[in-house]
């Protein structure tokens, strides 16, 4: 079994900065893909940043030049590095993992979620 911990949510003021973290536990063989998502009230889950196990990084255009998302996998750990923070950036935020459990199996495991609010 597969846990994924969330943490560093909060208020913060326009402009502000928040860090995320989403540290992985649990029976893992090796971890591909980790990305975080993120949820606002009444609209669907979008995608916000993904990055690879090499190090790849990809970002939805909203965020471009002020997230920035990392990985330690010595740690099996994600961040969100999130600067200058809008009103639109209020979401709930997940974090999800692509972890290889035995050399040929993949599953998806999300965290629970963590709240950004952002006050304009």
């Known amino acids: 079994q597969v846990q994924l911990v969330e943490s560093g949510g909060g208020l913060v003021q326009t402009g502000g900065s928040l860090r995320l973290s989403c540290a992985a536990s649990?029976?893992?063989?090796?971890?591909?893909?980790m990305g975080w998502y993120r949820q606002a009230p009444q609209k669907q889950r979008e995608l916000v940043a993904v990055i690879t196990s090499g190090g790849t990084t990809n970002y939805v255009d909203s965020v471009k030049g002020r997230f920035t998302i990392s990985r330690d996998n010595a740690k099996n750990t994600v961040y969100l590095q999130m600067n200058s923070l809008k009103p639109e950036d209020t979401a709930v935020y997940y974090c999800?993992?692509?972890?290889?459990?035995?050399?040929?199996?993949?599953?998806?495991?999300w965290g629970q979620g963590t709240q950004v609010t952002v006050s304009s």
């Open positions: 999800q993992a692509m972890v290889v459990v035995t050399p040929t199996y993949e599953y998806s495991y």
């Open positions: 649990g029976r893992i063989f090796s971890i591909n893909a």
